[in-house]
């Protein structure tokens, strides 16, 4: 899935994602959990702000986002609850 992303270039001139937009729904990047290099990809793993954890990848040749992994945060249940 294609998205638009808002970026951060830090000193070394390395974009981060700050923020991205899937469809009209913006997502903050509240932190990026993890990031790795490919051949011809660049990868980052980050939380947003709606719970989410998601990998985002960034193809530099085509400046081209896209999802490729999403996973929703959701609650165990049983865990607390009554028995």
Do not use: N
Not at 36 to 47: E, G, I, M, Q, T
């Amino acid at each position: 899935m294609d998205i638009q992303v808002q970026c951060y270039a830090g000193y070394r001139a390395e974009e981060t994602p700050r923020a991205f937009r899937i469809g009209t729904r913006q997502v903050t990047v509240v932190e990026v959990l993890d990031r790795w290099l490919a051949p011809d990809h660049r990868y980052f793993k980050v939380a947003g702000d709606d719970a989410g954890v998601y990998i985002l990848r960034h193809d530099p040749g085509l400046d081209r986002w896209e999802i490729t992994l999403f996973q929703a945060s959701t609650p165990v249940s049983g865990r607390d609850g009554p028995h």
